[in-house]
Nanobody
Framework: VQLQAYGGGLVQAGGSLRLSCAAS????????MGWFRQAPGKEREFVAA????????DYSDSVKGRFTISRDNAKNTVYLQMNSLKPEDTAVYYC?????????????WGQGTLVTVSS
């Protein structure tokens, strides 16, 4: 599986962005999908995850209520809708495919897409 993330950019605080991650291959629905992010000088951190058919989701406390993860298995794509963005959301965002909702084991990583939130 190859993952291609896109949709990042520069946005003002309070604005919105939607990230997308397109997957190749026929086994997309076999994987739990998620998003991680890495800010400059910080470790990569979990953002959100979604179960194989979208019935369950999980979010970090820092984005809960502002971000929404979703997926379209027919399009082999996972999305991250980000609203009410804050400067502290600035980071490189990575999509990932894993084996459970906690994404403790990541099988595939996408390349990152940069999100910059200006104050």
């Amino acid at each position: 599986v190859q993952l291609q993330a896109y949709g990042g950019g520069l946005v003002q605080a309070g604005g919105s962005l939607r990230l997308s991650c397109a997957a190749s291959g026929r086994t997309f629905s076999s994987y739990y999908m998620g998003w991680f992010r890495q800010a400059p000088g910080k470790e990569r951190e979990f953002v959100a995850a979604i179960s194989r058919y979208g019935g369950s989701t999980d979010y970090s406390d820092s984005v809960k209520g502002r971000f929404t993860i979703s997926r379209d298995n027919a399009k082999n794509t996972v999305y991250l809708q980000m609203n009410s963005l804050k400067p502290e959301d600035t980071a490189v965002y990575y999509c990932a495919a894993g084996r459970d909702l906690n994404l403790r084991v990541i099988d595939y990583w996408g390349q990152g897409t940069l999100v910059t939130v200006s104050s």
